[in-house]
């Protein structure tokens, strides 16, 4: 259904200030010139008061015309894929759930994916949820202990790509990348890639409550330790392999990057309202 735009963000704001009783510029230019041994008289002119529409800036936590077109953000949405997972685990594994997060993900193609991830004391799920129809429509379970190196910098591209992405992010390996096969490199919709990366969701300013779950530093200081904690726990000696982490650009190897400009201008990868069609 077709609705019309609200325009309370915008205010009228006029120029001149209340109880401002002098004369403008303008009015004194508008005083006649008498004989000189009379008094001028000022001349009467139609003036309109000026005002021009200012655009109030949004408040960072209160985006109702954007985060409207996102359904996570639709009430309840967030907590229904929350209390879907939880069973889940429940009725899986039984491993104890240490936090929930809504991040952006970037395949290897840079494209933009919305997903869930969940942390155990042993497993990373990474859920691609519909938030249209509350549901999950994949997850994607990740050991631990098969974790092996975490970087955490500035995305960085080759000289020649088109679509290139400002920003930070992290990137989790549990294999090595050199091992992945060409095929798997250029096929955008490959699942074979060893490593994940994410970015801050763009909903993360809408609410206090996003705030917190879309955080990546927040998601980080969890994922480190538990990785660590699990490790210790395979190898039994309390003396497991050690957890690469480093700071450096994480590259994302794309040259002409249509498929994700085209992808990612329109936010194909999140659960959004489109608008009606028509004729």
């Not at 997972?85 to 936090?99: C, R, W």
């Not at 990546?216 to 497991?240: H, M, R, V, W, Y």
Request: aromatic letters at 10%; glycine letters at 8%; charged letters at 25%.
């Amino acid at each position: 259904m077709s609705a019309t735009g609200n325009f309370e963000g915008f205010q009228p704001v006029s120029l001149k200030q209340e109880g401002d009783d002098q004369p403008s510029e303008t009015d004194r230019l508008s005083v006649e010139e008498g004989d000189p041994g009379k008094h001028p008289v000022p001349r009467r002119i139609s003036r309109q008061s000026s005002v021009t529409e200012s655009t109030l800036y949004p408040n960072p936590y209160h985006q109702p015309y954007i985060s409207r077109k996102y359904f996570v953000t639709r009430p309840g949405a967030m907590e229904t894929a929350m209390e879907d997972l939880k069973g889940h685990i429940a009725e899986t594994s039984g491993e104890t759930i240490q936090g929930f997060w809504l991040l952006t993900k970037i395949d290897h193609w840079n494209n933009e994916q919305e997903r869930i991830l969940l942390l155990t004391d042993k497993t990373l799920l990474i859920c691609k949820y519909d938030f249209i129809m509350l549901s999950c429509v994949q997850l994607q379970r990740i050991p631990l202990s098969a974790v092996c190196r975490i970087c955490l910098g500035k995305f960085a591209f080759p000289g020649m790509s088109l679509d290139k992405r400002q920003g930070e992010g992290l990137r989790i390996y549990w294999g090595s990348p050199e091992e992945q096969s060409l095929l798997s490199r250029w096929n955008p919709w490959s699942t074979e890639v060893p490593y994940a990366t994410f970015t801050e969701h763009p909903m993360k300013y809408t609410s206090e409550k996003f705030l917190e779950i879309c955080k990546l530093s927040g998601f980080t200081s969890k994922l480190i330790p538990a990785i660590q904690n699990a490790c210790k726990d395979a190898t039994g000696s309390g003396k497991g392999r050690r957890l690469m982490v480093l700071t450096e650009p994480i590259l994302i190897e794309t040259y002409t990057g249509l498929m994700s400009f085209i992808g990612n201008r329109n936010k194909l990868g999140y659960s959004l309202a489109r608008g009606s069609i028509g004729f």
